[in-house]
Nanobody, 121 residues
Framework: VQLQASGGGLVQPGGSLRLSCAASGTIFSINVMGWYRQAPGQQRESVATIRGDGTTTYADSVKGRFTISRDNSKKTVYLQMNSLKPEDTAVYYC????????????????WGQGTLVTVSS
C-alpha cells in the first residue's frame, strides 16, 4: 500500500490550495486518514484527521481555515486550505493509521512522500 500526495505549490498569503492523497494497492478499507506538516527546523505536527465515518479533528492553528474530507470509493483524502498564512509553509504529509488489505492483512502507520506548500508574497 502506498500513499501518494499531490497539490502543493507556491501561493500568496490569503490564497488557497487543495491537497490530495490517494492510497494505492489492494485495499479493502482505510481507518483514519490525515495530514501532518513539518516546517523547517520544527517537529512534525498533526494538521487534521478524518475517520471512516467522517469524524474530523483539526489543529487549533488551522480551525476555520482548513477542511479535511475523504472519498472512500476513491481511497483519497483531501485538505482544502483557505486563508493561507506564511506560517502554514511546510512539507505536508498524508498519513493513515491502519489499512486493511485483501487477505485480511493490516498495514499500520502509513506515510506519503510529502508535498511542499509555500505561502509567500
Amino acid at each position: 500500500v502506498q500513499l501518494q500526495a499531490s497539490g502543493g505549490g507556491l501561493v500568496q498569503p490569503g490564497g488557497s490550495l487543495r491537497l490530495s492523497c490517494a492510497a494505492s494497492g489492494t485495499i479493502f478499507s482505510i481507518n483514519v486518514m490525515g495530514w501532518y506538516r513539518q516546517a523547517p527546523g520544527q517537529q512534525r505536527e498533526s494538521v487534521a484527521t478524518i475517520r471512516g465515518d467522517g469524524t474530523t479533528t483539526y489543529a487549533d492553528s488551522v480551525k476555520g481555515r482548513f477542511t479535511i474530507s475523504r472519498d472512500n470509493s476513491k481511497k483519497t483524502v483531501y485538505l482544502q486550505m483557505n486563508s493561507l498564512k506564511p506560517e502554514d509553509t511546510a512539507v505536508y504529509y498524508c498519513w493513515s493509521d491502519r489499512v486493511l488489505r485483501t487477505g485480511l492483512i493490516y498495514d499500520y502507520d502509513l506515510w506519503g512522500q510529502g508535498t511542499l506548500v509555500t505561502v509567500s508574497s
